[in-house]
T-cell receptor
Framework: EAGVTQFPSHSVIEKGQTVTLRCDPISGHDNLYWYRRVMGKEIKFLLH????????ESGMPNNRFLAERTGGTYSTLKVQPAELEDSGVYFC???????????FGQGTRLTVV | GENVEQHPSTLSVQEGDSAVIKCTYS??????FPWYKQELGKRPQLIIDIRSNVGEKKDQRIAVTLNKTAKHFSLHITETQPEDSAVYFCAAISRPTDSWGKLQFGAGTQVVVTP
């Protein structure tokens, strides 16, 4: 089966610009998560979708981050305007309700200069 | 909320030796502890997990132990091989009735296996 795919794999943008990251979860997975790893630190939870609804967005850093999940399929994470501290690797993961395992995408490495 | 600490941050071992990574967690309600391996340029992948009703679990050369009283769990890799070189992350779930995916991760351990 196809895994979780993320696009783009890398993005370099200037401070103040906007970037949109995309995640396609495994087909049939209702749970979709966004995580971020900054500067070699821990992978931190950002938010959780169940289908198209935001179940938990307690990890979102601030209102410059906006996540959507259209029709309960793919998800986008938009950062607007980007700041230097937003640099890091953004991971998406998905899981089903019947399985404990969260499957990760390869991540998007975001660099804000 | 849950806080997971992981040690060491880097670990260099000779091929064939054992490697041990230790994690502690803060929330006594946590009941699921997965370990993820991330090879260079690849996605994090689950390699083993343990639930709070089990003290130890083994899968070939890897094993995980859990001490609920002390709130720590460890990953053991025996007979290490070069392909074991990767970053290893421990994680814990602090809300057992919620979806499993909201993981609290440790900071990761860079394991280097030298031939």
């Amino acid at each position: 089966e196809a895994g979780v795919t993320q696009f783009p794999s890398h993005s370099v943008i200037e401070k103040g610009q906007t970037v949109t990251l995309r995640c396609d979860p495994i087909s049939g997975h209702d749970n979709l998560y966004w995580y971020r790893r900054v500067m070699g630190k821990e992978i931190k939870f950002l938010l959780h979708f169940v289908k198209e609804s935001k179940q938990d967005e307690s990890g979102m850093p601030n209102n410059r981050f906006l996540a959507e999940r259209t029709g309960g399929t793919y998800s986008t994470l938009k950062v607007q305007p980007a700041e230097l501290e937003d640099s890091g690797v953004y991971f998406c993961a998905s899981s089903s309700f019947t399985d404990t395992e969260a499957f990760f995408g390869q991540g998007t490495r975001l660099t804000v200069v | 909320g849950e806080n997971v600490e992981q040690h060491p941050s880097t670990l260099s071992v000779q091929e064939g030796d054992s490697a041990v990574i230790k994690c502690t967690y803060s929330d006594s309600a946590s009941n699921y502890f997965p370990w993820y391996k991330q090879e260079l340029g690849k996605r994090p992948q689950l390699i083993i997990d343990i639930r709070s009703n089990v003290g130890e679990k083994k899968d070939q050369r890897i094993a995980v132990t859990l001490n609920k009283t002390a709130k720590h769990f460890s990953l053991h890799i025996t007979e290490t091989q070069p392909e074991d070189s990767a970053v290893y992350f421990c994680a814990a779930i602090s809300r057992p009735t919620d979806s499993w995916g909201k993981l609290q991760f440790g900071a990761g351990t860079q394991v280097v296996v030298t031939p």
